[in-house]
């Protein structure tokens, strides 16, 4: 595995690739590897020729008060995980590189960025995602690019820029990956004490609880957040926000009759946490074909 700073020679690298005739996977990442981000690196292995990942803590998307100097930076540690994982490059550029004198450009999506984490974090942090992982897409030209299903309105709004933009670049979304007791990795994870590890596994309970209840047939979103709110009320978690939203496009729901999102936001000890389940509908069967005799 090469790790290379530059636009310039990231782009020659993969220009050489795509002559050969091979596909290019991208894994965009800020670094603080655990086993969710080496699953996309594994994913992207499985599929292409050439799997580059970006390892870059994209300041535009962290507000002045957030944790952008405090937050985990390991890049040998790193470089040794996604060679095992089966990268190519990594691609570890200067802020300088991404964002040169007189970088002025930015994307913004409006809807889907103005609820949950861009409510709670304000607009500059999805703003700042988009920019960044457009900027990627130009360098790096991948064929596919693989996210944490975790952030999943990050998901959602890079598929969005793709779609408006008519970026030729598959997006594909991992499964949330857990520790053993249900709390989703996160390289924010290392700032959680003990105390404040055990509580945050209630996230992932509390969403179980949810989902229990709309498997059990309950289709009232207020009920199947109430399940939720109560469990995190019982471990002492005010979320930022519990809330329960259609999976295509962040609407609000009342009544679920199709996939839904249900997301959450918390402190907890000195770490922001956020987590999410999606809700699948299920056809329930009303009439049985009457067997065949
Ligand atoms: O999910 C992340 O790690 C970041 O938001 C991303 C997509 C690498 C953009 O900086």
Do not use: W
Not at 203 to 218: F, K, M, S, T
Request: a negative charge.
């Amino acid at each position: 595995m090469r790790i290379i700073r530059t636009v310039a020679e990231v782009r020659s690298e993969v220009h050489a690739a795509r002559t050969a005739g091979g596909s290019i996977g991208l894994v965009p990442t800020m670094g603080a590897f655990h086993e969710g981000h080496l699953s996309l690196i594994r994913e992207a292995r499985a599929q292409n020729d050439l799997v580059v990942v970006s390892l870059f803590v994209n300041p535009t998307q962290f507000g002045p008060t957030e944790d952008l100097d405090a937050y985990p930076r390991d890049e040998s540690r790193d470089a040794a995980l996604a060679e095992q994982s089966g990268a190519d490059i990594l691609f570890a550029p200067a802020v300088d590189e991404i964002y040169p004198d007189g970088f002025a450009t930015g994307i913004h999506v409006t809807g889907i960025t103005e609820v949950l984490d861009g409510a709670a974090r304000g607009a500059f942090h999805f703003d700042g995602v988009a920019t960044v992982v457009t900027k990627l897409f130009g360098i790096v030209a991948p064929d596919v690019a693989y996210f944490g299903q975790k952030d999943a309105q990050q998901v959602m709004v890079i598929r969005r820029v793709v779609r408006d933009l008519d970026l030729p670049v598959r997006i594909v979304a991992c499964p949330i990956v857990r520790e053993p007791d249900g709390l989703a990795m996160s390289s924010r994870n290392i700032y959680l004490d003990p105390d404040a590890r055990q509580q945050a596994t209630t996230l992932n309970r509390a969403l179980d609880a949810a989902a229990a209840v709309h498997l059990a047939g309950e289709r009232d979103a207020a009920v199947i957040v109430a399940a939720a709110q109560r469990v995190l009320a019982d471990a002492g978690i005010r979320p930022e926000y519990l809330e329960l939203r259609s999976n295509d496009d962040l609407r609000p729901i009342e009544h679920v009759d199709g996939d839904a999102l249900l997301a959450v936001a918390a402190r907890v000890g000195a770490a922001r946490l956020i987590d999410n389940h999606v809700l699948k509908h299920r056809h329930v069967l009303t009439h049985r074909p009457e067997r065949e005799s």
